[in-house]
């Protein structure tokens, strides 16, 4: 008993401490960068990077040929940084930790947020006291502006919807203001009617996305399918890109129906997974072969989905 104590006792002498862990783990995580990586990865990566670039005497073939590799070589490089990062002993000691202060983060946010919030809307005795809280107009004031809206031709009123929501679409604050949320919400009294205000809405929401698609399809385009990072090959011409871009063509499923770029929009429409902003998703489809009756009609379909807001 008495030797085990004193090996254990050894063994936590020897126990690197929290800094040298995370010294350890920095350095792990920030480098070494690719040009003094002598990983058989990187040395893949950098010889055809050198191909590509033409500082090698080789054919056009053989520069084609690196091109084509370039993606999976990237890939491979990549989960090889990832592997050696989650093998890390370091690394692997300090996890534990980790995850306990960022589930911490994620509760103290929750409860910072939500928690005052659930307390005024179940302490509020009405509209008043919910619009109160939520910085919108009260109910005289937002009555008087239904007024006014009401006494407008039906074309002025779809023009201001309209007109609205294109302001939000173009300057992506649709994850920022309430618009989104407050238009439905009076479209039946601006519109008249349940129906004439939800196909309204929906209609001036669709036309505010294809601003978004047309500016895409005439000012970035040509600038995504060039765009070069430090002297690597330009987006259009890595498979990653031309198969991704490829479910927007429906030329290339001429016996598809509905259309396949139809589809596409759809689905995106539906479930806007990129990271990126909600309306950015429409300039990036601008920038795809995809038609603009193709995304009209799929975003507008679209626009019925019950929003999870």
């Known amino acids: ?27 792990v995580l920030t480098g070494p960068k690719l040009k003094e990586d002598t990983g058989a990865a990187a040395v893949e990566l950098r010889d055809c990077l050198l ?11 053989e520069q084609e040929a690196a091109k084509e590799l370039y993606m ?26 980790f995850n306990m202060t960022l589930n911490l983060a994620v509760v103290a946010v929750l409860f910072r947020v939500l928690v005052p919030r659930m307390l005024a809307l179940n302490t509020a005795t ?15 004031e937002l009555e008087g502006y239904m007024l006014q809206l009401q006494a407008l031709p039906l074309p002025v009123r779809f023009s201001a919807f309209t007109a609205i929501y294109i302001a939000e679409r173009v300057t992506l604050t649709t994850e920022f203001l ?10 039946p009294v601006v519109f008249g009617g349940v129906a004439a205000g939800s196909l309204l809405t929906a209609l001036a929401a669709t036309l505010g996305s294809s601003v978004n698609f047309l500016l895409g399809k005439s000012i970035l385009k040509e600038k995504v399918e060039n765009f070069s990072f430090k002297g690597q090959p330009p987006l259009s011409s890595n498979g990653w890109f031309k198969a991704l871009y490829r479910r927007f063509d429906s030329a290339s499923f001429p016996n598809e129906f509905p259309s396949q770029g139809f589809k596409s929009a ?3 429409r539906l479930a806007p997974i990129l990271p990126v902003p909600v309306d950015a998703h429409w300039y990036i489809c601008g920038t ?8 009209f009609f799929a975003h507008f379909i679209g626009v019925f989905k019950v929003e999870p807001r």
């Open 51 to 61: 191909v590509i670039k033409g500082e090698l005497e080789n054919s056009e073939a």
């Open 178 to 187: 309430p618009i989104s949320f407050v238009l439905p919400f009076v479209s």
């Open 266 to 268: 759809l689905l995106l």
């Open 126 to 140: 009405g509209f008043d006291d919910f619009s109160t809280e939520y910085g919108l107009p009260d109910r005289q």
């Open 1 to 27: 008993h008495e030797m085990n104590g004193v090996a254990k006792i050894e063994q936590e002498a020897e126990k690197p401490t929290v800094w040298e862990d995370l010294s350890e783990a920095w350095a």
């Open 288 to 295: 795809t072969n995809l038609s603009l009756t193709e995304f």
């Open 72 to 97: 999976d070589l990237t890939f491979k490089y990549w989960g090889y940084r990832t592997k050696r990062i989650t093998t890390n002993p370091a690394v692997r000691r300090l996890l534990p930790g």
